[in-house]
């Protein structure tokens, strides 16, 4: 069995990079399973940082729906996989279905899956949840998901870690 590593915090609060930090450190090769697409040029520019930044021993793995499934598929192949982020997951799914309860049974499968990975997995999701109360139905429905997501899969993971400022607390 290996480890499950959750990462959560703020924007730009260093979470993607303790990911990273974090990886590395068990060797090579390393899988990157991205969620995000990239449907501007803002976007493409956020995914080609990352992918810059990150440099060799990495393969990226796009995957912007299936999830679980691209998880199981990675397990084995790498020292470890790092998916970045679980929060842009949650926003292709609820806008393929716009129905949170069927997101929820995907986190559900994610999570069940978790204890039976051989190969390390991080985790990397945006803490929304700190905030205003959002003045609009589905930006509340969307924190309201991403807060329950954010529970079941600390709630799974081996080791849970929030970033503040760059600097990482380990919750678990």
Same mark, same amino acid.
């Given at each position: 069995?290996?480890?499950?590593?959750?990462?959560?915090?703020?924007?730009?609060?260093?979470?993607?990079?303790?990911?990273?930090?974090?990886?590395?450190?068990?060797?090579?090769?390393?899988?990157?399973?991205?969620?995000?697409?990239?449907?501007?040029?803002?976007?493409?520019?956020?995914?080609?940082?990352?992918?810059?930044?990150?440099?060799?021993?990495?393969?990226?793995?796009?995957?912007?729906?299936?999830?679980?499934?691209?998880?199981?598929?990675?397990?084995?192949?790498?020292?470890?996989?790092?998916?970045?982020?679980?929060?842009?997951?949650? +926003?292709? @799914? /609820? %806008?393929? *279905?716009?129905?949170?309860?069927?997101?929820?049974?995907?986190?559900? #499968? &994610? !999570?069940?899956?978790?204890?039976?990975?051989? +190969?390390? @997995? /991080? %985790?990397? *999701?945006?803490?929304?949840?700190?905030?205003?109360?959002?003045?609009? #139905? &589905? !930006?509340?429905?969307?924190?309201?998901?991403?807060?329950?997501?954010?529970?079941?899969?600390?709630?799974?993971?081996?080791?849970?870690?929030?970033?503040?400022?760059?600097?990482?607390?380990?919750?678990?």
């Amino acid at each position: 069995m290996a480890k499950t590593i959750f990462i959560t915090g703020g924007a730009r609060s260093g979470k993607s990079r303790l990911a990273e930090t974090l990886a590395v450190g068990f060797g090579t090769p390393l899988c990157y399973l991205a969620t995000g697409e990239a449907r501007d040029a803002e976007m493409a520019d956020r995914i080609a940082a990352h992918k810059a930044r990150r440099g060799e021993g990495w393969q990226t793995v796009e995957e912007p729906l299936r999830l679980a499934e691209a998880v199981k598929d990675a397990d084995g192949r790498f020292r470890a996989v790092l998916v970045d982020c679980v929060t842009l997951w949650l +926003t292709n @799914l /609820l %806008l393929a *279905s716009d129905d949170p309860d069927a997101v929820l049974d995907q986190v559900r #499968a &994610l !999570a069940e899956i978790l204890p039976g990975l051989t +190969t390390p @997995l /991080l %985790l990397v *999701s945006n803490e929304v949840g700190m905030g205003i109360v959002p003045d609009n #139905a &589905l !930006a509340r429905s969307f924190r309201d998901l991403a807060g329950r997501t954010n529970q079941i899969l600390a709630a799974a993971a081996d080791e849970v870690y929030v970033t503040f400022s760059g600097i990482p607390l380990r919750l678990k």
